[in-house]
Nanobody, 123 residues
Framework: QAQLVESGGGSVQAGGSLRLSCTASEYSGICKGWFRQVPGKEREGVARIDPGGKAYYADSVKGRFTISRDNAKHAVYLQMNNLKPEDSATYYC???????????????????WGRGTQVTVSS
């Protein structure tokens, strides 16, 4: 089972940008996505992408975040622009054995997870 490792988190001011990366040492699933979670709240789906590049986004990040992937490197990325304080969270990379489907992005559909990387946006 491939291990997913996130990187790229950090602290930025509102309006700034960060790029998260998630790498794996081997094949690590078909649909790949990003989730985020703040203490005391449920994990929230942010974006997901199929091997062919079809992507889905949460309404809260549309137009600001872009998900991409490099299938040869088993990697997925999340470019986050115009960050807001409410984007502050621990961001997790996840992978599914199946193709991405329309509808809510549910954590139960993703059996493979990274350990997370912290993103903090100050006002």
């Amino acid at each position: 089972q491939a291990q997913l490792v996130e990187s790229g988190g950090g602290s930025v001011q509102a309006g700034g940008s960060l790029r998260l990366s998630c790498t794996a040492s081997e094949y690590s699933g078909i649909c790949k996505g990003w989730f985020r979670q703040v203490p005391g709240k449920e994990r929230e789906g942010v974006a997901r992408i199929d091997p062919g590049g079809k992507a889905y986004y949460a309404d809260s990040v549309k137009g600001r975040f872009t998900i991409s992937r490099d299938n040869a490197k088993h990697a997925v990325y999340l470019q986050m622009n115009n960050l807001k304080p409410e984007d502050s969270a621990t961001y997790y990379c996840a992978a599914s054995r199946y193709i991405c489907v329309a509808g809510p992005q549910r954590s139960v559909d993703f059996p493979f997870w990274g350990r997370g990387t912290q993103v903090t946006v100050s006002s």
